[in-house]
């Protein structure tokens, strides 16, 4: 039994891997509303004003590391830091093309950071991801 979930939110400047994934999300029916930003200036940018309205909020942010303008730690560590008192559990999922042990061992230590993944993610991950999401 796969969960459905309202929102999801991909942060990530891979149009190939953004296509992918949505092709797969689709496919499964994981979510309602798929949101979908370039770096995460961008989400912050969305994300920000509607802090405190959780109809509006994804369930689920699937982040990638390594994009323009503001990358995925950037973006973790000010995400978590506005989101200090949440309204509505929002679990991050950091997914990267990096095997670099010292990435995935700085996502745990970044609170807001539930797991990370290396790409290219499975159908079975993302069904993991969503079923395990708040």
Request: glycine share 4%; aromatic share 8%.
């Amino acid at each position: 039994m796969v969960k459905k979930i309202g929102i999801a939110c991909i942060i990530d400047d891979d149009d190939i891997y953004v296509y992918g994934v949505k092709k797969l999300i689709q496919l499964k029916d994981l979510c309602d509303n798929l949101m979908v930003f370039k770096n995460g200036q961008e989400a912050l940018n969305y994300l920000k004003p509607i802090l405190n309205t959780p109809e509006l909020l994804p369930e689920v942010i699937l982040l990638d590391i390594k994009m323009p303008v503001m990358n995925g730690w950037e973006f973790a560590e000010e995400f978590t830091k506005l989101n200090a008192h949440p309204v509505k559990q929002i679990t991050i999922f950091m997914i990267s093309s990096s095997i670099d042990p010292k990435d995935v061992e700085r996502a745990k230590q970044i609170s807001g950071i539930s797991q990370y993944y290396i790409k290219p993610v499975t159908l079975d991950v993302l069904t993991q991801i969503f079923n395990n999401a708040a």
